[in-house]
């Protein structure tokens, strides 16, 4: 079992930057890939932007230039840096871990950005 805890999320206004953190604990072994996933209220949960161990990318087109992910290997954890935020970015983010051919959740941190 792995376990994740996030923090970071807040209030916002638009146009600024938060920084979330997810830190992996228990079965950390075998992660191979930790990403990011939002749900804002009344829509489907979707891809934010992921990393995998091999140091590789990907992000939605919604926050391409103004999201970057990152990983410290060693801690386990890994850092989602918004910029630029806009009000349609408001929603609960969750941080996702691969491992072997499981998949763990956050429990979620709200970021919410005022218009």
Do not use: H
């Amino acid at each position: 079992q792995v376990q994740l805890v996030e923090s970071g999320g807040g209030l916002v206004q638009a146009g600024g930057s938060l920084r979330l953190s997810c830190a992996a604990s228990g079965s950390v072994s075998g992660i191979s890939v930790m990403g990011w996933y939002r749900q804002a209220p009344g829509k489907q949960r979707e891809l934010v932007a992921t990393t995998t161990s091999a140091g590789w990318t990907d992000y939605a087109d919604s926050v391409k230039g103004r999201f970057t992910i990152s990983r410290d290997v060693a801690k386990n954890m890994v850092f989602l840096q918004m910029n630029s935020l806009k009000p349609e970015d408001t929603a609960v983010y969750y941080c996702n871990v691969g491992r072997w051919r499981d998949t763990y959740w956050g429990q979620g941190t709200q970021v919410t950005v005022s218009s």
